[in-house]
C-alpha cells in the first residue's frame, strides 16, 4: 500500500493510502487527502535545528481524518525506462562484473504480476561500505532491469560476493568526482547508503547534474541531522513524540532533567554515528551524559546541543517508508535488538541482529503509524520547502499504557541490521522501484515480499561498542554461508590480509542473515552458519529474535 500526499487547497488531488481488497490482486482502495498546503522555503541553517514556524496551516490528524475519500486504483502497467549502462573506462584496474544476460520478459514484481520491467536496463551505485550497502547491493543485483552494480567504496567482503563491483579509490566526499564517474559509466540510478553523504549534500549535487538520486536533500536530510529540527517538526505538524526540551547551556538542561525526574533521555543534536543517546536511569547518569556532550565535548559539535526528553516505556519498532516527495510506500516491518548482550543488557550499540516481519506490527497499528507520524511528516516536510525523497525510517515506541505509536526519532536511510532482513525478502525489482521514488512515480508501485522470516544475527569484534581490535582474521566464511541455499552473510567490515585472508575491520562486522517459515527455523539456520564461521575474536548475541518467539506464544495461549 502507498500514502499519498496530495497538495493543492480544497481541490488537491486525490492519492493512495492503498489496501489490497480481499480475493482481487492487485486491486486497492485508494484514500484521497484534500488540504490547503502552502510551500514555505527551508532555511539553510534547518540542519542546525531552524523550522519556520509561522504561515503555513498546521496539518492535524483531524485533517487528514476529515478529508478522507475512498476510490479504486489499479497499479500502472509499466514503469519508464532507466538510462543505459555506457561502460567506459574509470581507472587503469577496474574489471566490471559481466553485464547479466537477463530475460527481458521478466516481469516488475508486483501484488498482481503485471507490471513489466522496461526493455532496457540501468547500472547502479551505491554509495557506502557497511553491511546496510552489501545488502542493497545484492537485492540490485538480482533485480531484472539492473545491468551492474558499483558499491563505492565498498569493502572487500562485498567485492568478493560478486554482488558488486568496488570502488574503493572512488571520493564519495567529493560530489564532482562521484557525478564524473556516473558520467563515464552511464549510471543511471545512485543509491546513497549513510546518512553522512546526505547531510552534507550529496544527493542535491547529484539531482542537480540530472543524476537520478535515490536518498534526500541535505535540507531534508536534517530530520536526522538535528534532533531538535525533527521534534520542531513534529511540534508543528502535531505528530506524537516524547515530550522534550532543547539546550545549549549544561546548567539549564541540568535543572530541567531535575524537575522531570528520571529515567530520562539525553541525546545529542547532530549526527554522533549512533552513539548520541543515552538512556539515564538516574539523575547522575543523565547529568554525566549533559557534561559529556555540552561541556567535554565528547561528539564534538554534534553534541553542542542536546535534546532531553521523557522516557517512553514500551516496545520499540523500526518502520520504514519509501517516499517520492508526495507519497509513501511502507515496506515490511522488522525489529533490532540495541543492547549489546543477551537478555537486552549493556550499553546500546548500532544493532546486533533484527529479524522481519515483526508481528508485534499489525495491519491496524501499520495504518495508524502512516496515518499519524509519516504521512504528516511527508506532507510537513513538503510544506516546509523540503520535498523528502529516499527512505523514512522512523524509531517507533508502542506504548505500554496506551498501545499507540509514538516517533522517537528519524533516520534519513536504511537501518543497518534491519535492511539486511528487509533485502532478504524482497522479491520487487529494487531498481525500478527506486527509480520510480526518483521519479515522483511511487502511487504506481506495489511490493512483492517473500511470506518467509528473515534474521541477522551480528559478529562482532570483541570490546565492541567500546575499545575493539582490528585485523583479526576470520575463516570459514564461504563455508558458513553453505549451510544452507537460505543464508546469506552481509559483510559489514571486513578487509583482506596479506594472504588473502579476511580479516575484522570494524565493530560490526558481519551479518548472518537466514529466512525459514517462521522464527524458529530462520534462527536455526543463522545459528548453524554462525556455528561454522571461525573467529575467536568475534562475539555476537544468542538470542536474536526472542521477542517474536514471546509473541507467537501468547498468540498461540
Not at 532507466?82 to 537477463?102: C, D, E, F, M, W
Not at 541535505?218 to 529540527?229: N, R
Not at 509513501?328 to 550499540?349: I, Y
Not at 530462520?522 to 552458519?529: N, Q, S
Request: aromatic residues 8%; contains cysteine.
Amino acid at each position: 500500500m502507498a500514502v499519498g500526499v496530495a497538495s493543492g487547497g480544497a481541490a488537491g488531488a486525490t492519492s493512495a493510502f492503498r489496501r489490497t481488497l480481499g480475493g482481487r490482486p492487485g486491486l486497492r482502495v485508494a484514500y484521497g487527502l484534500v488540504g490547503e498546503e502552502r510551500i514555505m522555503a527551508c532555511a539553510a541553517s534547518s540542519v542546525k535545528g531552524s523550522l519556520n514556524v509561522g504561515g503555513a496551516k498546521a496539518f492535524s490528524n483531524n485533517l487528514f481524518r476529515d478529508y478522507l475519500k475512498s476510490s479504486v486504483s489499479y497499479p500502472v502497467s509499466e514503469i519508464s525506462s532507466p538510462i543505459r549502462a555506457q561502460h567506459v573506462a574509470y581507472g587503469s584496474n577496474l574489471i566490471v562484473r559481466g553485464s547479466k544476460s537477463r530475460d527481458f520478459s521478466s516481469k516488475l514484481a508486483s501484488t498482481n504480476g503485471s507490471s513489466k520491467i522496461s526493455e532496457e536496463r540501468v547500472t547502479v551505485l551505491v554509495i557506502g561500505g557497511g553491511g546496510r550497502e552489501h545488502a542493497l547491493c545484492y537485492a540490485l543485483e538480482r533485480s531484472p532491469s539492473c545491468d551492474a552494480v558499483f558499491c563505492a567504496p565498498g569493502n572487500s567482503g562485498i567485492a568478493q560476493s560478486g554482488d558488486a563491483t568496488c570502488i574503493p579509490d572512488l571520493d564519495i566526499s567529493n560530489s564532482d568526482a562521484v557525478i564524473s564517474f556516473c558520467r563515464n559509466w552511464g549510471v543511471g540510478l545512485v543509491v546513497v547508503g549513510p546518512e553522512a553523504p546526505l547531510v552534507a549534500g550529496l544527493a542535491n549535487e547529484l539531482v542537480k547534474a540530472g543524476i537520478p538520486t535515490f536518498g534526500p536533500s541535505s535540507e531534508a536530510a536534517a530530520l536526522e541531522g538535528s534532533k531538535d529540527f525533527m521534534k520542531k517538526l513534529c511540534d508543528k505538524y502535531h505528530i506524537p513524540t516524547a515530550k522534550y526540551q532543547s539546550f545549549t547551556d549544561p546548567s539549564d538542561a541540568k535543572k530541567y532533567v531535575e524537575e522531570q525526574g528520571a529515567p530520562i533521555v539525553v541525546k545529542a543534536d547532530g549526527l554522533a554515528a549512533g552513539k548520541g543517546v543515552v538512556v539515564a536511569m538516574t539523575l547522575e547518569k543523565a547529568f554525566e551524559a549533559i557534561d559529556s556532550m555540552l561541556v567535554e565535548g565528547s561528539f564534538g559539535s554534534a553534541g553542542s546541543r542536546v535534546i532531553v526528553e521523557e522516557y517512553l516505556e514500551g516496545e520499540e519498532v523500526s518502520f520504514f517508508a519509501l517516499v517520492d516527495g508526495e507519497t509513501a510506500l511502507p515496506l515490511e516491518s522488522a525489529q533490532d535488538h540495541k543492547r549489546v548482550g543477551d537478555g537486552d543488557v549493556g550499553p546500546n550499540t548500532g544493532g546486533m541482529g533484527a529479524y522481519s516481519p515483526a508481528p508485534i506490527v499489525t495491519e491496524k497499528l501499520k495504518c495508524k503509524v502512516m496515518e499519524s507520524i509519516i504521512v504528516p511528516t511527508v506532507k510537513g516536510m513538503a510544506t516546509e520547502g523540503c520535498k523528502f525523497v529516499g527512505v523514512l525510517y522512523a524509531g517507533i515506541m508502542i506504548e505500554k499504557k496506551s498501545g499507540l505509536p509514538k516517533l522517537i526519532e528519524y533516520n534519513v536511510r536504511f537501518g543497518d541490521p534491519e535492511c539486511q532482513v528487509l533485502m532478504m525478502r524482497l522479491q520487487s525489482d529494487l531498481a525500478q522501484v527506486l527509480l520510480a521514488a526518483c521519479r515522483g512515480e511511487l502511487g504506481s508501485v506495489s511490493l512483492t515480499w517473500s511470506p518467509e522470516l528473515a534474521t541477522v544475527v551480528v559478529m562482532a569484534s570483541e570490546g565492541y561498542p567500546g575499545v575493539y581490535k582490528k585485523g583479526t582474521v576470520i575463516k570459514n566464511i564461504d563455508e558458513a554461508e553453505q549451510v544452507s541455499p537460505a543464508v546469506k552473510i552481509f559483510h559489514a567490515g571486513t578487509a583482506l590480509d596479506r594472504d588473502g585472508n579476511f580479516v575484522a575491520a570494524g565493530g560490526r562486522v558481519l551479518g548472518v542473515t537466514a529466512k525459514g517459515k517462521d522464527i524458529e527455523e530462520a534462527r536455526a539456520k543463522a545459528y548453524d552458519a554462525l556455528d561454522v564461521v571461525d573467529w575467536p575474536e568475534g562475539f555476537f548475541r544468542h538470542d536474536i529474535g526472542w521477542r517474536a518467539q514471546k509473541y507467537r506464544r501468547m498468540v498461540a495461549h
